[in-house]
């Protein structure tokens, strides 16, 4: 059974950092693109930023230099560092995999 967990999300100031993780299991983790997403309030769910097999990155407008997705492919994990926290990011973020499996989510709430 192919399962997604993330990790590291919480509450932080404007200005502040998270990292959130995302453990995969049950999947040969290194043959699939790996991305974060995020669902605020309101909104509909978007994409934050995906990374392929070979480590191709991309991000949403909204978050380019200040986010950065990696994987570890000997670890099965994708992390999403954030920088330069804003109100606005504060929103569930979830780990997907292959545009297919979904974590559970983890909430990252940003205070002005």
């Known amino acids: 059974q192919v399962q997604l967990v993330e990790s590291g999300g919480g509450l932080v100031q404007a200005g502040g950092s998270l990292r959130l993780s995302c453990a995969a299991s049950g999947i040969i983790f290194s043959m699939y693109v790996m991305g974060w997403y995020r669902q605020a309030r309101g909104k509909q769910r978007e994409l934050v930023a995906g990374?392929?097999?070979?480590?191709?990155?991309n991000y949403a407008d909204s978050v380019k230099g200040r986010f950065t997705i990696s994987r570890d492919n000997a670890k099965n994990m994708v992390y999403l560092q954030m920088n330069n926290l804003k109100p606005e990011d504060t929103a569930d973020y979830y780990c997907?995999?292959?545009?297919?499996?979904w974590g559970q989510g983890t909430q990252v709430t940003v205070s002005s």
């Open positions: 997907n995999l292959g545009n297919t499996v």
């Open positions: 990374i392929s097999r070979g480590g191709i990155t």
